[in-house]
T-cell receptor, first 119, second 109 residues
Framework: NAGVMQNPRHLVRRRGQEARLRCSPM?????VYWYRQLPEEGLKFMVYLQKENIIDESGMPKERFSAEFPKEGPSILRIQQVVRGDSAAYFC?????????????????FGPGTRLTVT | RKEVEQDPGPFNVPEGATVAFNCTYSNSASQSFFWYRQDCRKEPKLLMSVYSSGNEDGRFTAQLNRASQYISLLIRDSKLSDSATYLC??????????FGIGTKLQVIP
């Protein structure tokens, strides 16, 4: 059973460009979470999605950031007009269906992350 | 007060030592608790869930104290390979999951 896959693993963008980060959850998982981790800081929750639905986006910056999890295909985290402060590791996690996310006792399984560098 | 608080450390302990980490949480309605381990520049990996009755997995013991709103992780007979950052994770009400900043452990030969 393949784990959570993220690509690209490393992404370099110039200021003002767009960054697209992809996440394929584990087989059988229908819940996806995105987190951001700045150097020497903890994981910050960004958004929680189920197929075709955003459940909780309370951690998403109001501008330039968006996320989707279409019926077919991976979840996408999109950052428009990137700035240097967007440089970070972006982790995706998935969990099986149930009462949700880290719902019930379902734990999250993390992908290897995408390291975004904005130059 | 932060939702989930951890001492960032670092905790430097000799091989074979016993070390304990605490994590406090502010939401008394929190439902589920976990410890994750994160190695440098890698993804977090689930170490263990934390149950009300406490639970043990080999050298690792996790406990939950709802009255005082903290969870703990005890590592016995520390190995060099235990060196990592240990993340406390708390699930509150509707799907909300909060990670602590992590406690860094360095096991010294």
């Amino acid at each position: 059973n393949a784990g959570v896959m993220q690509n690209p693993r490393h992404l370099v963008r110039r200021r003002g460009q767009e960054a697209r980060l992809r996440c394929s959850p584990m087989k059988g998982h229908s819940h996806v979470y995105w987190y951001r981790q700045l150097p020497e800081e903890g994981l910050k929750f960004m958004v929680y999605l189920q197929k075709e639905n955003i459940i909780d986006e309370s951690g998403m910056p109001k501008e330039r950031f968006s996320a989707e999890f279409p019926k077919e295909g991976p979840s996408i985290l999109r950052i428009q007009q990137v700035v240097r402060g967007d440089s970070a590791a972006y982790f995706c996690a998935s969990s099986p269906a149930g009462t949700g996310g880290l719902g019930g006792s379902y734990e999250q399984y993390f992908g290897p992350g995408t390291r975004l560098t904005v130059t | 007060r932060k939702e989930v608080e951890q001492d960032p450390g670092p905790f430097n302990v000799p091989e074979g030592a016993t070390v304990a980490f605490n994590c406090t949480y502010s939401n008394s309605a929190s439902q589920s608790f976990f410890w994750y381990r994160q190695d440098c520049r890698k993804e977090p990996k689930l170490l263990m869930s934390v149950y009300s009755s406490g639970n043990e997995d080999g050298r690792f013991t996790a406990q939950l104290n709802r009255a005082s709103q903290y969870i703990s992780l005890l590592i016995r007979d520390s190995k060099l390979s235990d060196s990592a950052t240990y993340l406390c994770v708390v699930k509150g009400g509707y799907q909300k999951v909060t990670f602590g900043i992590g406690t860094k452990l360095q096991v010294i030969p």
